[in-house]
């Protein structure tokens, strides 16, 4: 027979270890937004192109391409990415632009808000 130590039933221990886990999420979490928030406020707080301040709609924008090539040097997952400028002081070379104006002028090469009403219809 063991002395000493007693140890906590089984699902008493599994639960404790599942609060930690949702506590850790949940400071990842609220770190991740606070570093989206910081890298929105150093690079304009709102689109560079229509003006647009909703945060979930903003998104980074490297003016000199290159994004491919700083996900692949720092990784591929958006904090990983942020972290990197935050430590560099929140470099130049980036803008923010809303989703539907950053993908349209990766697959345009500008964005729809910058065409003449002319342009705009043509294929």
């Given amino acids: 027979m063991r002395t000493g130590v007693v140890r906590a039933p089984r699902a008493r221990r599994l639960a404790a270890g599942?609060?930690?886990?949702?506590?850790?999420?949940l400071v990842g979490s609220n770190y991740r937004k606070r570093l989206r928030g910081e890298m929105i406020g150093a690079y304009g707080g709102k689109c560079s192109c229509c003006a647009e301040t909703i945060q979930e709609f903003l998104t980074l924008e490297h003016l000199e391409g290159g994004g491919r090539e700083h996900r692949r040097n720092v990784g591929y997952n958006g904090q990983a990415q942020l972290v990197?400028?935050?430590r560099?002081?929140?470099p130049s070379g980036y803008t923010i632009l809303c989703l539907n104006c950053n993908i349209a002028k990766g697959r345009h090469g500008t964005c729809p808000h910058t065409w003449s009403p002319t342009e705009r219809f043509v294929d």
């Fill in 84 to 86: 990197d400028l935050k």
């Fill in 88 to 90: 560099q002081g929140w």
């Fill in 18 to 25: 599942t609060m930690i886990v949702a506590r850790q999420r």
